[in-house]
């Protein structure tokens, strides 16, 4: 069975904070519950890798944000470190440092709390690859965006290169991929998924979700919107 690190960068989704590019036509509240679902359903998938040790590096007010009871009753299973450092890049270098601190000597596979659609196929492919001895160095999961939903490290002291990465930019996955690159670890790519940054891509993802906790926070959006007489 394959054996590594699967790395979770959340934030707490407060009202007002989480999500705010879906803000309108979703209320700061709506955004935040739709930030809570596709981290909720985040954090199953990753419990139900096999091989998977997963972490998760924790930033914000739990107490404040939706869905709080839940979150933290998931988060019981998992093992939580805080974020630390003071640029995006700097958070992520240290979150796999940290995490490797935890679980000495395997490889780091982080994701983020944006792409609710990850499967278990998906993260036990990339969890595979990378502790396969015979595998690539790095493996990169390109965002439709231009950004990255997934990036695993071999050796998780390697993500120090991202402190030089100019983060949430449309060429963000490609300087990551050179960064890697020019630390001698040129990335295997994953299958390309889409972030939840706007209400189109949630609507798109919610539809691929049906019945899900993230379909029915997205549709609470598209339903006022359609009884106010908004866009769809």
């Known amino acids: 069975m394959s054996a590594a690190i699967l790395l979770v960068v959340a934030k707490a989704p407060v009202a007002g ?70 640029a995006f890049g700097d958070r992520l270098a240290y979150a796999h440092q940290d995490s490797a601190a935890i679980h000495p000597g395997l490889p780091v596979v982080q994701i983020g709390m944006d792409t609710p659609q990850v499967s278990r196929r998906l993260l036990a492919d990339a969890t595979r690859r990378m502790s396969d001895p015979a595998g690539p ?26 402190r030089a990465v100019p983060m949430s930019r449309p060429d963000t996955g490609a300087l990551t991929a050179a960064a890697m690159s020019r630390a001698g670890r040129d990335p295997d790519r994953l299958a390309e998924l889409s972030d939840v940054d706007t209400m189109e891509v949630a609507r798109d993802v919610a539809a691929r979700l049906p019945g899900t906790r993230f379909a029915r926070a997205v549709g609470e959006v598209v339903a006022d919107a359609h009884s106010a007489g908004g866009p769809r």
């Open 17 to 86: 904070l989480a999500k705010t590019r879906l803000c309108p036509p979703a209320t700061p509240e709506q955004a935040a519950r739709i930030a809570a679902a596709s981290l909720l359903r985040t954090l199953r998938v990753v419990l139900d890798v096999p091989g998977a040790r997963p972490v998760v590096a924790m930033t914000g007010d739990l107490a404040a944000a939706e869905d709080s009871a839940e979150l933290r009753r998931v988060l019981r299973s998992l093992t939580v470190i805080p974020q630390r450092g003071a």
């Open 137 to 162: 160095e790095a493996v990169l999961g390109p965002a439709s965006d231009g950004g990255w939903w997934a990036l695993g490290l071999r050796d998780p002291l390697r993500a120090a290169a991202l």
